[in-house]
């Protein structure tokens, strides 16, 4: 059973940084792409970053610059390092596990930046 963990939300002033974590188990995902996601209230869910199993990745426009997301293969884990939050970064967080048809997300987490 695949399952997909993650944690490192929280509230932060704007400006400030977090780093957010998804630890997924049931397989080995060295060839997944594993990404981030948000979603605001009232709006659709919107990707934030990805991380190819080559190596390779994209970001939104809107954090470039800003936001890291980086992999490590043995520990089926994901990470995004957020710097300069900025208050309309404010969402739930979701991690993201894809490979051709296969797809599974996390249970989400709560990312508030105040002004």
């Known amino acids: 059973q695949v399952q997909l963990v993650e944690s490192g939300g929280g509230l932060v002033q704007a400006g400030g940084s977090l780093r957010l974590s998804c630890a997924a188990s049931?397989?080995?995902?060295?060839?997944?792409?594993m990404g981030w996601f948000r979603q605001s209230p009232g709006k659709e869910r919107e990707l934030v970053a990805t991380?190819?199993?080559?190596?390779?990745?994209t970001y939104a426009d809107s954090v470039k610059g800003r936001f890291t997301i980086s992999r490590n293969n043995a520990k089926n884990t994901v990470y995004l390092q957020m710097n300069s939050l900025k208050p309309e970064d404010t969402a739930v967080y979701y991690c993201?596990?894809?490979?051709?048809?296969?797809?599974?997300w996390g249970q989400g987490t709560q990312v508030t930046v105040s002004s």
């Open positions: 993201r596990v894809a490979r051709l048809s296969e797809i599974y």
């Open positions: 049931g397989r080995t995902f060295s060839l997944y792409t």
């Open positions: 991380a190819n199993w080559n190596g390779g990745g």
